[in-house]
C-alpha cells in the first residue's frame, strides 16, 4: 500500500494518508490529530493539525517530506495510530493512542 503525504503550510496541516482507500470514520483525538478509519477499523489516514508546532520541526522540513509510515495501533482496550515520518534531516516516530471507548470503536 502506497502512503502519500500532503502539507498544507498556510494551515500548517499535515496530511498522512494510505492510497485511495474509503474513509468510514473521522475519531478526533487530542486537540491536533485526527485519525482515518476504514471499514475494518483500520487506520487509514491521519491528520495532524499545528504540525509545525506538534512535530518540532520548520515549515519548510514539512513541506520537504521524503516518506512516511502508517499503521494501526490496538492493545487491550487501547487504540490508535503508529506514525513514522522522514525529513530531509531526520526521522519522528510516534503514536496517538485512546481506550477504545474514548471513540466508539
Do not use: R, W
Amino acid at each position: 500500500m502506497t502512503i502519500k503525504i500532503n502539507y498544507d503550510k498556510e494551515f500548517d496541516v499535515l496530511y498522512i494518508y494510505k492510497g485511495d482507500e474509503k474513509s468510514k470514520h473521522s475519531i478526533k483525538m487530542f486537540d491536533n490529530f485526527i485519525v482515518d478509519v476504514n471499514f475494518n477499523y483500520k487506520v487509514i489516514g491521519l491528520e495532524i493539525f499545528n504540525a509545525s508546532k506538534v512535530l518540532n520541526v520548520s515549515k519548510h522540513e514539512l513541506e520537504n517530506v521524503k516518506a512516511a509510515q502508517l499503521s494501526t495501533y490496538v492493545k487491550g482496550i487501547y487504540f490508535g495510530a503508529n506514525y513514522a515520518i522522514a525529513l530531509p534531516k531526520g526521522k519522528i516516530e510516534s503514536q496517538i493512542i485512546v481506550p477504545q471507548l474514548a471513540h466508539k470503536v
